[in-house]
């Protein structure tokens, strides 16, 4: 089989990608206007919010290749679940990550039980749980089957959680993005420009990911 | 039917081995007293911090309990026999999560005593509404926690995965749980904390439905 980048397909959208992402970072170093009292830590938002949109993502297409997984047995889904919470993993640990840098300035501390966050966190070490059972589950067909169940379980538990901790740190109210889009329709477009350069990132991931699954796979079988 | 029969395969073989509650109440009460020398503080201060200690006391014991759950399962391949025979998955489920509801809450009864011993909780009047709470609460603990527990013991780190599941998996119930009480304890309004009494609800139904649609997923070979 031949290696991810010899199809035109994907060398083409890895390209493209990065001609974006690059553009993408241009506007928001020089471009974005500055938001008054929070200088240039507001720039984070451009960051931040795609990173956790990309992880929502990247957890939703958790949940519903786990279902497919377990009613139609294909392991191809399994790879399909296994791609999406890797890549959605890793925006979750940025999210961890570029929370606090701009909790910092803003709050004054980097970690506050603000509830995203906190929920975030919660998400995370599920996930790292998610990765052990594939990895100790004992024979592939078991352990992919747990995943599944634990994808599904996660996903689930995600809103719970996200209620119990709004609900149990109620003094921390605000956000990156919060009340930023009133101040100036520019912010919006680079902000949406962002987002659409995020998921094509993600994108990327994923077929990378489902690329390796596959030949994975296809040594499995051999 | 089913159900009932399964149930009582449970508590009868506890009955005769009586290995969970009693490894369940013994570590309870060692970890409810390494508490009470931990925090040698006093009685007034411990008020605040009860609520949480008696939550994470019943947490590290379910895990123990959860533990054995399914290791006398796995004692003489019996999990195997279970499975061969005609019943619905779902009701093996539902089974183990009544019998471990059913250990855990005869642990907390033979445990309690000893957090108003040694920990000054007063339990008094507070008893009607506390029983509430933890009947609840265990229900919750049990349902996840045999989910997880059916799936962790069967893999090579069972051990380990077991508790590194369930507690983010639980963190909803254990702040919900603390939080109510402490509400209990403080004699507050009970509409003050209807809130956490919904979330632990919606946990209970929704995982108890979960565990019951894909609990024959986790226990196919």
């Known amino acids: 089989m031949k290696s991810y980048l010899s199809y035109d397909k994907n060398k083409l959208l890895a390209i493209g990608t990065f001609i974006i992402v690059l553009v993408n970072l241009y506007l928001i170093i020089y471009v974005a206007p500055m938001v008054p009292e929070q200088e240039w830590a507001q720039r984070i938002f451009y960051y931040h919010v795609p990173l956790a949109w990309n992880s929502f993502l990247g957890y939703l297409g958790v949940l519903i290749c786990s279902i497919l997984y377990l009613v139609k047995r294909d392991p191809k889904w399994d790879i399909w679940a296994l791609s999406m919470a890797e890549s959605g993993t890793v925006f979750a640990f940025l999210i961890l990550i570029t929370g606090p840098i701009w909790a910092k300035p803003i709050w004054g501390s980097p970690w506050t039980w603000e509830p995203r966050l906190t929920t975030t966190l919660i998400l995370f070490l599920l996930y790292i749980g998610y990765f052990m059972i594939r990895e100790f589950g004992g024979p592939y067909e078991r352990s992919s089957r747990y995943a599944a169940v634990l994808g599904i379980l996660a996903f689930v538990d995600v809103p719970i959680i996200y209620f119990a901790v709004n609900f149990w740190a109620p003094g921390v109210q605000s956000h990156p993005q919060r009340g930023i889009g009133g101040h100036d329709p520019n912010i919006k477009y680079i902000f949406f420009f962002s987002l659409f350069s995020f998921t094509l990132i993600l994108i990327n991931m994923i077929r990378y990911r489902l690329h390796a699954g596959r030949l994975e796979q296809k040594r499995l079988e051999a | ?221």
């Open chain 2, 1 to 221: 039917m089913q159900l009932l029969t399964l149930i009582k395969k449970e508590l009868r073989q506890e009955m005769r081995s009586k290995e969970s509650i009693v490894s369940m109440t013994v570590f309870g009460v060692t970890v409810i007293l390494l508490f009470a020398f931990a925090f040698n503080a006093a009685p007034a201060e411990f008020q605040r911090f009860l609520p949480g200690l008696i939550w994470m006391t019943y947490l590290f014991v379910s895990i123990l309990g959860l533990l054995r759950s399914f290791a006398s399962e796995k004692e003489m391949d019996a999990f195997a026999a279970l499975l061969s025979s005609p019943i619905d998955r779902g009701n093996i489920f539902l089974a183990k999560l009544i019998s471990f509801w059913i250990f855990i809450m005869g642990t907390q009864l033979l445990t309690m005593p000893l957090f108003s011993a040694f920990l000054n909780l007063k339990l008094g009047l507070n008893l009607p509404l506390l029983s509430g709470v933890f009947i609840l609460t265990d229900w919750s603990i049990a349902a996840i926690g045999v989910m997880i527990s059916g799936m962790g013991l069967r893999t090579r780190m069972g051990e380990v995965l077991v508790p590194v599941l369930l507690f983010p998996l639980l963190s909803p119930v254990l702040i919900g749980a603390t939080k109510v009480t402490a509400g209990i304890l403080k004699s507050e309004a009970l509409a003050d904390f209807n809130f956490w009494v919904m979330i632990i609800l919606t946990f209970a139904v929704i995982f108890t439905l979960v565990g019951y649609l894909t609990f024959g997923s986790i226990s196919e070979e």
